[in-house]
């Protein structure tokens, strides 16, 4: 927090606690507060505290009594707000239990997909794509009796005619040759 609060608002203005550098800095803004902050050795005030060496703590020269219980105050109201932010048991046990559940059937999946036997995966043959016939073979492959006339296709026998694109062309040529029985016949 001392690191960032040096850096300015500009910085703060962007980190995950940028809510709370906004009202920092709106009342040190209006207050008129001139403040300055430097790290101190924590909790000076325990003589049972000792360093990560297991060395008992000890205070630097230049650490003032109010220096220790400005530290130990704001240790008290982060304490006390953690207690206030913490949810309770009853809130999270369905949650936690979800989240077990969860990592339970990831464990499994893992534990299956690692012991699966190597087997020979067949070669992708792909398909063929059919060929598509000309015009003039469908034409000559058809049981209709078919007449041109520049782009128009005509099948007499069941008075149907269409201009050639390849989907009408395509469906004229599955056209049943059967002559419905309302029609009269042709000459």
Not at 2 to 14: D, F, M
Not at 45 to 67: E, F, H, I
Not at 173 to 184: A, C, W
Request: hydrophobic share 35%.
């Amino acid at each position: 927090m001392i690191k960032l609060y040096n850096k300015g608002e500009a910085v703060c203005s962007r980190s995950t606690n940028a809510d709370l550098y906004k009202l920092l800095f709106h009342h040190i803004k209006s207050r008129q507060i001139k403040l300055s902050t430097y790290w101190i050795p924590s909790y000076l005030d325990n003589p049972k505290a000792k360093t990560k060496k297991g060395l008992p703590k000890q205070r630097p020269d230049w650490v003032q009594d109010y220096d220790i219980k400005g530290s130990s105050e704001a240790d008290r109201m982060a304490n006390r707000a953690a207690e206030i932010a913490q949810l309770s048991d009853v809130v999270i046990d369905g949650f936690k239990d979800h989240v077990n559940m969860l990592l339970s059937v990831q464990n499994k999946l893992a534990t299956i997909i690692t012991h699966l036997p190597n087997r020979k995966r067949p070669k992708h043959n792909p398909v063929p794509k059919p060929v598509i016939a000309s015009k003039e073979q469908a034409m000559a492959k058809s049981e209709h009796c078919l007449t041109v006339a520049e782009t128009r296709y005509s099948v007499p026998r069941v008075r149907l005619n269409v201009i050639c694109t390849q989907l009408a062309f395509g469906n004229l040529l599955r056209v049943s040759v059967t002559q419905p029985k309302n029609l009269p016949p042709l000459m």
